[in-house]
């Protein structure tokens, strides 16, 4: 493929053109990009299409793609679940490098994302059916039977990789091994919900089994910053986040912003008093 993307595994696709991968897509789907509408993300690039529809392109490492395939296909049996449909996909691994592309065609979504950039610093004003919505869709994944293994951040969602993010940030001093694993998005922040109004879960190439409660934890403590909404989370999804396996979820979401922290960052000092309050409670109950 001739293409200006490095072949090295790690490449930001906001930084690198990648015309002959749309070209590509676009043959094989039979479809033409809106130029004018692309969102760029670190690995992924999305557009509307002609056939009315949203198209999602992404380059993962061959590494970290497994062995299971990529979510967003076997997503679309889920039952219950708020989701965009999916329609098709095309997969393909690079001549001259060790990374794989994935294209997937699927249905537009009725609102924009919630966020489109940095952090939620602001109230988003949602409605009570937004959070019926949201609570059935976790609900209804959570029974879902699965034999993949969630990878939030690319990485197999496992105990010893639970242990690893905790002990970047904090000293385990405390048993920390979690009893309870159910189907998971595994990447749920505010930037892959729609609102305020229409509640829709998107980016699915990431779920399967992981620890009960993740996808509840990463809502809130993305929502730290906007204390309400921290709290309204926390209120909604009481049963998988104020159970001690809920309060060492919590501390996983958290671990990821103070294990580097950056002081221009919103999240820091909330997220330092809630990981105080909670290891002071999962220490007490050690």
Same mark, same amino acid.
């Given at each position: 493929?001739? $293409?200006? &993307?490095?072949?090295?595994? $790690?490449?930001?696709?906001?930084?690198?053109?990648?015309?002959?991968?749309?070209?590509?897509?676009?043959?094989?789907?039979?479809?033409?990009?809106?130029?004018?509408? &692309?969102?760029?993300?670190?690995?992924?690039?999305?557009?509307?299409?002609?056939?009315?529809?949203?198209?999602?392109?992404?380059?993962?490492?061959?590494?970290?793609?497994?062995?299971?395939?990529? #979510?967003?296909?076997?997503?679309?049996?889920?039952?219950?679940? +708020?989701?965009?449909?999916?329609?098709?996909?095309?997969?393909?691994? !690079?001549?001259?490098?060790?990374? /794989?592309?994935?294209?997937?065609?699927?249905?537009?979504?009725?609102?924009?994302?919630?966020?489109? #950039?940095?952090?939620?610093?602001?109230?988003?004003?949602?409605?009570?059916?937004?959070? !019926?919505?949201?609570?059935?869709?976790?609900?209804? =994944?959570?029974?879902?039977?699965?034999?993949?293994? +969630?990878?939030?951040?690319?990485?197999?969602?496992?105990?010893?990789?639970?242990?690893?993010?905790?002990?970047?940030?904090?000293?385990? *001093?405390?048993?920390?091994?979690?009893? !309870?694993?159910?189907? +998971?998005?595994?990447?749920?922040?505010?930037?892959?919900?729609?609102?305020?109004?229409?509640?829709?879960?998107?980016?699915?190439?990431?779920?399967?089994? +992981?620890?009960?409660?993740?996808? @509840?934890?990463? =809502?809130?403590?993305?929502?730290?910053?906007?204390?309400?909404?921290?709290?309204?989370?926390?209120?909604?999804?009481?049963?998988?986040?104020? @159970?001690? #396996?809920? /309060?060492?979820?919590?501390?996983?979401?958290?671990?990821?912003?103070?294990?580097?922290? *950056?002081?221009?960052?919103?999240?820091?000092?909330?997220?330092?008093?809630?990981?105080?309050?909670?290891?002071? @409670?999962?220490?007490? #109950?050690?």
């Amino acid at each position: 493929m001739n $293409s200006s &993307v490095s072949p090295t595994s $790690s490449v930001d696709l906001r930084e690198v053109a990648i015309a002959d991968v749309v070209g590509r897509v676009e043959r094989a789907l039979g479809v033409r990009l809106d130029g004018d509408a &692309v969102v760029l993300k670190r690995r992924s690039v999305g557009a509307p299409s002609d056939r009315g529809t949203w198209v999602r392109i992404e380059r993962r490492p061959c590494e970290r793609v497994g062995t299971q395939g990529w #979510g967003i296909e076997c997503a679309a049996g889920l039952q219950g679940v +708020a989701m965009p449909a999916w329609y098709a996909g095309l997969a393909w691994r !690079e001549r001259d490098g060790d990374a /794989m592309w994935r294209a997937d065609e699927i249905g537009l979504l009725p609102a924009a994302p919630l966020r489109k #950039g940095g952090p939620l610093v602001a109230d988003p004003l949602l409605t009570d059916s937004w959070w !019926e919505t949201m609570n059935q869709s976790l609900d209804a =994944l959570a029974g879902t039977g699965t034999s993949r293994i +969630a990878t939030p951040d690319t990485v197999e969602a496992t105990q010893d990789h639970v242990l690893e993010v905790l002990g970047s940030a904090f000293h385990i *001093d405390f048993d920390a091994n979690i009893s !309870e694993w159910t189907a +998971a998005h595994a990447d749920l922040n505010w930037a892959n919900v729609t609102g305020p109004a229409e509640c829709f879960l998107f980016d699915w190439e990431d779920w399967g089994l +992981a620890p009960r409660g993740l996808d @509840s934890a990463t =809502l809130w403590c993305s929502a730290l910053a906007v204390p309400a909404l921290a709290d309204r989370v926390l209120k909604e999804r009481e049963g998988d986040l104020t @159970s001690r #396996g809920g /309060m060492i979820i919590r501390l996983f979401a958290l671990a990821k912003i103070l294990a580097q922290p *950056d002081e221009s960052d919103p999240l820091l000092a909330p997220a330092l008093r809630a990981a105080g309050l909670l290891l002071e @409670s999962v220490r007490r #109950g050690a």
